[in-house]
T-cell receptor, first 113, second 113 residues
Framework: DTGVSQDPRHKITKRGQNVTFRCDPI?????LYWYRQTLGQGPEFLTY????????KSRLLSDRFSAERPKGSFSTLEIQRTEQGDSAMYLC???????????FGPGTRLTVL | QQQVKQSPQSLIVQKGGIPIINCAYE??????FPWYQQFPGKGPALLIA?????SEKKEGRFTISFNKSAKQFSLHIMDSQPGDSATYFC????????????FGKGTKLSVKP
């Protein structure tokens, strides 16, 4: 257990529905990352927060995706109008200031029917 | 364009053997190279990491060898055990950027008893 928690662990939804995932990073880690991992692939970067500021977004993050980190604590990732291609594991990682190490949570497995 | 290439895709060794997983990168601006271990249904766990000013780093049974001129690095697992059976990912990042990790596609390791 790295200390990064994610909720829910599993989500099954129908195409077209909206879903929201939550990540609670390690306390006092000011940097937070979201990644997406599809079966048989490595994680792919989605977006990055430093404190409450979203500083970078990948081209993978279409306009149906939005992420927030209010008050620089927990973060949420919302997917609107889900598509079957959104089915994946969504991973959150936190990183302390001054260090390179990123610590991943257990992930949220999304299945879009 | 895949910036981190990992091989082999899968690897089977006997207990006590020394599996070696290789990665090659293209961007010479990368300056942090971690290895992650991932079990099915879990998030990636940081194993060991290296910076390009060091040619080798050892932590327990895990060793990274780094060849800056060849832009290659590898993970060696000494005295492998069945419990080491997992998928291993190499990654790279640039400290000067936002630090998001770029992952290889992974190597599925199976250690036979």
């Amino acid at each position: 257990d790295t200390g990064v928690s994610q909720d829910p662990r599993h989500k099954i939804t129908k195409r077209g529905q909206n879903v929201t995932f939550r990540c609670d990073p390690i306390s006092e880690h000011n940097r937070l990352y979201w990644y997406r991992q599809t079966l048989g692939q490595g994680p792919e970067f989605l977006t990055y927060f430093q404190n409450e500021a979203q500083l970078e977004k990948s081209r993978l993050l279409s306009d149906r995706f939005s992420a927030e980190r209010p008050k620089g604590s927990f973060s949420t990732l919302e997917i609107q109008r889900t598509e079957q291609g959104d089915s994946a594991m969504y991973l959150c990682a936190s990183r302390p200031t001054g260090y390179n190490e990123q610590f991943f949570g257990p992930g949220t497995r999304l299945t879009v029917l | 364009q895949q910036q981190v290439k990992q091989s082999p895709q899968s690897l089977i060794v006997q207990k006590g053997g020394i599996p070696i997983i290789n990665c090659a990168y293209e961007n010479t601006a990368f300056d942090y190279f971690p290895w992650y271990q991932q079990f099915p249904g879990k998030g990636p766990a940081l194993l060991i990491a290296i910076r390009p000013d060091v040619s080798e780093k050892k932590e327990g049974r895990f060793t990274i060898s780094f060849n800056k001129s060849a832009k290659q690095f590898s993970l060696h697992i000494m005295d492998s055990q069945p419990g080491d059976s997992a998928t291993y990912f190499c990654a790279a990042s640039m400290e000067g950027s936002q630090g998001n990790l770029i992952f290889g596609k992974g190597t599925k390791l199976s250690v036979k008893p």
